[in-house]
């Protein structure tokens, strides 16, 4: 009789960002001190951040303001260079497809790449906090696994759903150099970009040069 096989099975460990999210938030944003919002345009949205190496005090302090700088705006996601600062690291504070609330952060992001036949496009509304005022459809996967490593570079993985999937998949863009609007049509984007000259931020922004 041959062998039993024995099944592999992967069990992932997906971090718990549920468990008193309003708590966690609240306390952030409390130490924090909120920044204003770097708009497109400023070089430091469209190039790649450096990877975050010292897990300390500072990087700390910098994931409270994200915190403060995101109720300030009434953001769902934050990624450092939007308040100026030139480190892989983003804050959410986002409801997942069924209603529940999220709220962590993750430094040195890196996607999972899902399989083809796993994906299921879901065309919502996105909007961002750099670029005020605009709003555009854009299909991305309804669902996303994100690695990285938590404020004391304790290795951690985050899985969204829905609205969520594509906040993780936003934030995770953004320390790369990459705004929703640069995946949209030429014509879509510029229609962004119109929507963004027409209107006026709700909250602080740090003027363009
Ligand atoms: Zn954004």
Redesign the pocket.
Known sequence: MAQQETEQSVNEEFIDDVTDAEERERAHRERGTSRPITVYGNPVLHRECQDVTAFDDELARLIDDMFASQRTAE?V???AN?IGVDLKVFVYDCQDDEGVRHVGHVCNPVLDDLPADQRVLDDSNE?????PTAYAELARPDYAVVRGQDMHGKPIVVRGTGYFARCLQ??T??LYGR??IDRLSKRDRKDALRQMAEGTPRYPVVPND
């Open positions: 953001g996601g934050l990624a939007q909007g961002c906090l750099s670029v936003h934030e863009d953004h705004l929703y």
